[in-house]
């Protein structure tokens, strides 16, 4: 029968946790990148909006 070893040192536990804290920076900083993205293009469509009903407003 298969032994299976056990790691008495906490080195899988180590990584697990290296990797995990790894992931959560990653999808962090994705998450602001998205966010910022997202202010730009509302500010944008907001002054874009502005521009138009002042136009339309002028015109009449």
Do not use: P, W
């Not at 040192?9 to 999808?27: D, N, P, R």
Request: aromatic share 4%.
């Amino acid at each position: 029968m298969y032994k299976k070893k056990l790691d008495n040192k906490g080195q899988g536990s180590a990584e697990l946790i290296l990797i995990t804290g790894g992931l959560i920076v990653i999808i962090l900083l994705v998450a602001s990148y998205m966010s910022n993205i997202t202010q730009k293009t509302q500010t944008t469509l907001n002054n874009l909006l502005k521009e138009e009903r002042d136009y339309l407003i002028n015109k009449i």
